[in-house]
């Protein structure tokens, strides 16, 4: 029976569910066990997470709560959760990772001890020019292959675009390589002797720096600006008279120019990290976020700035400038290329002039609590430090007491006793307003008018584990000579959605967005919709899978799949990240397996395995796993000669049984189709792998597919599809 959602839904699918979908009735009251803490009602816990270092610069890991001081507008608070993090990995740098295939299937349902680092490396393209491009890569790809560890999870952004991409390591590196790769610096300078630096431009039109205009209007005059002819005589008249402080209309004009450029490339730069950082809002792992760039001016006047600030306060993240610059020289425009050798006077005003250009970038640093690698041409070794200097830390609990939950910012220290050593934290907080619902300052600009909330999910580099979710891609034939068919199938375990009562029924709303990103490219697909659910009775504590696809044309290349799911009721949400590759579409090729434990009866009446997500299986049960041959040649004959065969085999390697190669015998159609079938009784639960071989007699081709399962013992678990 089908009901009718919402305009965003595809269809209505109706599903057998637990009856802790269901509001549980309220239990009674407890006594608390001794020596327990209870917090007033409505009193949020503020977490701080602290990193300690040594006079060598290197990460203090043997520290107690007693050695910590938390100050909260000044005054100190009782330290009442205190733990020391020490992520996976170790606090060296990662080993170099072995090529491995990808994981068929993703999840965000948690392992004990998977706890990592969360990374934003920021690219900021829109700053960078073609040259400096070149070192902003080599520090990044320093920092991933050294200041890493195996369970970080990091999201690499492009300013200007086209690159959104995250993934755990150290499985996740070469793609993040793959992303870096395609990146360039797109920011193009004027001529250089007619240029005026952004800290000019801002300087002139925002404040009317007549001083800097005058200085501005003799360096284009000595270096040969040939645009205004009576800039000299302009100066002469200008000097001793009241029309000392008035500035010259061809710099103002000019000054207004470049100064409305640099305002564009800056609002799109701080919208993309205040955007980055919301996503962090969330998580409770350690926080850095990379800008590497040539950097931007400080600009008071930009409300932009404030807000990457405030938004990295409410994420406790710390912002890293990595100034891909290295050892400033004079500026190009004062070169002797262009003109005379300035006099020793000016020159110091020169210099200046040009560091100013990155003060915004520095400055947004020093106010979150991280550093700037600047002025120096080894700074692949400044971005290795953030990473290394993040190997442990400290996360801090305090109860704030009863304060105005207004939203507004509030001052942390955090002192260690004695010692000389070097701390990082946040230097403040911003308290949920009561209810919980975000300020105007903590809005999150949402692409193509995307809920605020599922686009914050979406743009994290960590999961969201509220609805527990597994992601697969199966790639089908192609759909031209640069796209293929790909189905994405989802499953949620749906026991734990709220529900709403209709005419007797328990209701459940699920609201989904799946983005499917290209990596070399930055093409996406995306796909919304709302589905409805009725919750009917279920064994209680069990999991109950809803599985559902969305049907999508993608280019040739490695792929990254992004689903966030949403219980309308209960507002839990769930994201979990998928990679996997479209293989090139040319010669004898073969659709991604279909691996389950059950047939059902396909539109034309076949039967087929149906499609699955989680690859386990009971031990009792039955594998089946069918498969498509494509492009094969064809004989004389116009039909082709394919044989294929199979092996089971255990993950060590060890083969369990085998089929020979047999020929598949096409269609009525031409279709090359083959099913297989494998008992799985008296077979032990364990990590197995069916090997598929395929053979083209006429090209002389060959393809072998591996794909990987799991045998368990018999399970209970309900599942349902849609």
Not at 246 to 271: G, H, N, Q, V
Not at 469 to 493: K, S, W
Not at 633 to 641: E, L, N, V
Request: aromatic letters at 6%; proline letters at 6%; hydrophobic letters at 40%.
């Amino acid at each position: 029976m089908k009901r009718p959602t919402t305009a965003l839904a595809l269809g209505v699918l109706l599903l057998a569910a637990g009856a802790r979908g269901q509001a549980p009735a309220p239990s009674p009251a407890a006594t608390p066990p001794p020596g327990s803490r209870v917090f007033p009602a409505g009193i949020e816990q503020v977490t701080v997470d602290v990193v300690v270092l040594d006079k060598q610069g290197r990460v203090v890991t043997n520290l107690t709560r007693d050695d910590f001081t938390v100050f909260d507008e000044g005054q100190p608070q009782e330290i009442q959760t205190f733990e020391v993090v020490k992520p996976k990995g170790g606090s060296g740098p990662a080993a170099p990772a072995m090529a491995a295939a990808r994981q068929r299937v993703a999840t965000n349902i948690a392992t004990p001890g998977a706890r990592g680092r969360q990374f934003v490396v920021v690219f900021d393209d829109l700053h960078l020019t073609p040259v400096y491009a070149q070192a902003a890569k080599a520090a990044v790809a320093a920092f991933l292959e050294k200041g890493t560890q195996e369970g970080d999870r990091v999201l690499m952004v492009a300013t200007g675009g086209g690159s959104w991409w995250t993934t755990r390591l150290e499985a996740g590196r070469a793609d993040l390589l793959g992303v870096l790769k395609a990146l360039e610096g797109r920011r193009l300078l004027d001529n250089a002797g007619d240029r005026l630096t952004d800290f000019e431009a801002m300087r002139i039109f925002v404040y009317h720096d007549a001083p800097l205009a005058l200085r501005v209007m003799d360096r284009l005059e000595r270096y040969g600006s040939t645009s205004r002819q009576d800039m000299q005589a302009n100066r002469e008249r200008a000097q001793g008279t009241d029309l000392a402080g008035i500035i010259d209309p061809y710099i103002e004009m000019r000054a207004s120019e470049a100064y409305f450029k640099l305002k564009s490339r800056m609002d799109l730069t701080l919208r993309v990290l205040t955007r980055a950082l919301k996503s962090l809002d969330e998580t409770k792992e350690r926080k850095a976020v990379l800008l590497v760039s040539e950097g931007f001016v400080n600009d008071p006047s930009n409300a932009a700035m404030q807000q990457v600030t405030e938004a990295a306060r409410r994420a406790n993240a710390a912002i890293y400038f990595i100034d891909t610059r290295g050892l400033l020289p004079l500026s190009l425009g004062y070169s002797a290329e262009f003109g005379p050798a300035l006099p020793n006077q000016d020159r110091m005003a020169a210099i200046a002039d040009v560091s100013t250009d990155a003060e915004g970038a520095a400055s947004l640093a020093s106010d979150t609590g991280g550093f700037s690698v600047r002025n120096t041409n080894d700074f692949a070794s400044g971005a290795v430090r953030v990473g290394r200097e993040s190997s442990s830390y400290y996360l801090l609990g305090y109860n704030p007491g009863s304060i105005v939950r207004d939203g507004k910012f509030r001052k942390l220290a955090v002192k260690v006793r004695g010692r000389g050593y070097a701390v990082r934290a946040r230097r403040g907080s911003y308290p949920r307003p009561e209810g919980g619902s975000a300020t105007a300052a903590e809005a999150v600009p949402s692409p193509r008018g995307t809920d605020a909330v599922l686009q914050r999910a979406l743009d994290a580099p960590g999961l969201a584990e509220g609805v527990p979710l597994n992601l697969a891609a199966y790639v089908q034939q192609a759909a031209d000579g640069r796209h293929a068919r790909v189905t994405i199938a989802a499953e949620a375990d749906v026991s734990g959605l709220g529900a709403r009562a209709v005419e007797g029924r328990q209701l459940a709303t699920l609201e989904t967005l799946l983005v499917v990103q290209h990596r070399d490219s930055g093409e996406i697909q995306r796909r919304d919709q709302t589905v409805e659910l009725e919750l009917r009775p279920a064994p209680p504590g069990k999991p109950v899978w809803y599985s559902f696809t969305r049907e999508v044309e993608l280019p040739v290349g490695v792929q990254q799949a992004r689903l966030i799911v949403r219980d309308a009721v209960k507002k839990r949400l769930g994201s979990v990240v998928l990679d996997f590759e479209v293989p090139p579409l040319s010669g004898l090729r073969v659709s991604t397996p279909v691996v389950a434990d059950r047939l059902q009866r396909t539109l034309d009446g076949t039967l087929a395995p149906a499609l699955t997500v989680r690859h386990a299986f009971a031990a009792d049960g039955q594998l089946f796993c069918s498969y498509d041959v494509f492009d094969a040649a064809k004989g004389a004959d116009g039909r082709p000669q394919v044989k294929a065969g199979h092996a089971l085999r255990k993950r060590d390697g060890t083969v369990l049984g085998e089929s020979p190669p047999n020929p598949i015998q096409p269609t009525s159609i031409g279709a090359l189709t083959r099913l297989i079938q494998i008992p799985l009784a008296g077979t032990p639960p364990g990590d197995y792998e069916l090997v598929l071989t395929v053979e083209d007699a006429i090209s002389g081709q060959k393809r072998e597919v591996v794909e990987p399962f799991t045998i368990t013992a018999p399970s209970t678990a309900q599942s349902t599809s849609g």
